[in-house]
């Protein structure tokens, strides 16, 4: 008896996007899925300029700047229909947006946000980072350091949004709000960690593949910009 094949994974080479332009491009790709319902799942590996992300439950008083400090720092605030708080993006941070198909996975979100941060443990782990995901909150830790956010978003059952790992990213902007809620955060990255950060897109790759294996997907990098139905 012939195996069945693996699902799909095509999968963009690391680039710098601003955030609203990769949200509509995530949900271009969401809906494309949702129509498709062919097996195929994409995945975005992004940088982001300087941006503050407000979640579903986040508020505008966790944003801890007034805006004219945001200003002379260049940082965006969007608001956002993901899961989660307030969180930062920005140089050094990867940021990646899986848009998969849980239907033909089997529709268990708390199952698909566990299976999340057990890749990106993975992920630091395979960089020498002894990190864990077994505490009280949503996250990748480092000991007490946070390393990695997760809030994510689903429509009939296909995912977006995603993952934020600290690679190189400069902690200090994390001054600015109060991430994910967290009343006294330690934020950490990988270089904070190691002494000296891999490069990015070497983390992104292994991350990207890393991603394919977990999820026992067949990966391919493609040029998302020029997906179109059909």
Same mark, same amino acid.
């Given at each position: 008896?012939t195996a069945p094949a693996?699902?799909?994974?095509?999968?963009?080479?690391?680039?710098?996007?601003?955030?609203?332009?990769?949200?509509?491009?995530?949900?271009?790709?969401?809906?494309?899925?949702?129509?498709?319902?062919?097996?195929?799942?994409?995945?975005?590996?992004?940088?982001?300029?300087?941006?503050? @992300?407000?979640?579903?439950?986040?508020?505008?008083?966790?944003?801890?700047?007034?805006?004219?400090?945001?200003?002379?720092?260049?940082?965006?605030?969007?608001? @956002?229909?993901?899961?989660? +708080?307030?969180?930062?993006?920005?140089?050094?941070?990867?940021?990646?947006?899986?848009?998969?198909?849980?239907?033909?996975?089997?529709?268990?979100?708390?199952?698909?946000?566990?299976?999340?941060? +057990?890749?990106?443990?993975?992920?630091?782990?395979?960089?020498?980072?002894?990190?864990?995901?077994?505490?009280?909150?949503?996250?990748?830790?480092?000991?007490?350091? +946070?390393?990695?956010?997760?809030?994510?978003?689903?429509?009939?059952?296909?995912?977006?949004?995603?993952?934020?790992?600290?690679?190189?990213?400069?902690?200090?902007?994390?001054?600015?709000?109060?991430?994910?809620?967290?009343?006294?955060?330690?934020? @950490?990255?990988?270089?904070?960690?190691?002494?000296?950060?891999?490069?990015?897109?070497?983390?992104?790759?292994?991350?990207?593949?890393?991603?394919?294996?977990?999820?026992?997907?067949?990966?391919?990098?493609?040029?998302?910009?020029?997906?179109r139905p059909g």
């Amino acid at each position: 008896m012939t195996a069945p094949a693996q699902p799909e994974l095509l999968c963009t080479a690391l680039q710098r996007w601003d955030y609203r332009d990769a949200l509509r491009r995530q949900l271009e790709l969401r809906d494309l899925v949702i129509a498709e319902d062919a097996g195929r799942n994409y995945l975005m590996l992004v940088e982001h300029p300087p941006t503050i @992300t407000i979640g579903r439950s986040g508020t505008d008083g966790e944003v801890l700047a007034d805006p004219d400090a945001l200003e002379r720092r260049g940082v965006t605030v969007v608001e @956002t229909n993901r899961g989660g +708080k307030v969180t930062y993006h920005g140089p050094g941070q990867l940021v990646v947006y899986p848009i998969v198909d849980l239907r033909r996975r089997g529709p268990d979100l708390r199952r698909y946000l566990l299976d999340l941060q +057990k890749w990106l443990v993975g992920v630091c782990r395979s960089c020498g980072v002894p990190a864990h995901a077994d505490g009280p909150h949503t996250g990748v830790w480092v000991a007490h350091r +946070k390393i990695a956010s997760v809030g994510i978003a689903v429509r009939r059952w296909v995912t977006y949004h995603g993952v934020a790992l600290n690679v190189c990213v400069d902690l200090r902007e994390f001054d600015m709000i109060v991430p994910c809620g967290l009343a006294e955060p330690d934020m @950490t990255s990988l270089e904070r960690e190691l002494g000296a950060a891999p490069p990015m897109a070497e983390v992104a790759d292994r991350a990207a593949r890393q991603f394919a294996e977990h999820f026992g997907m067949a990966l391919r990098f493609a040029q998302l910009e020029h997906v179109r139905p059909g």
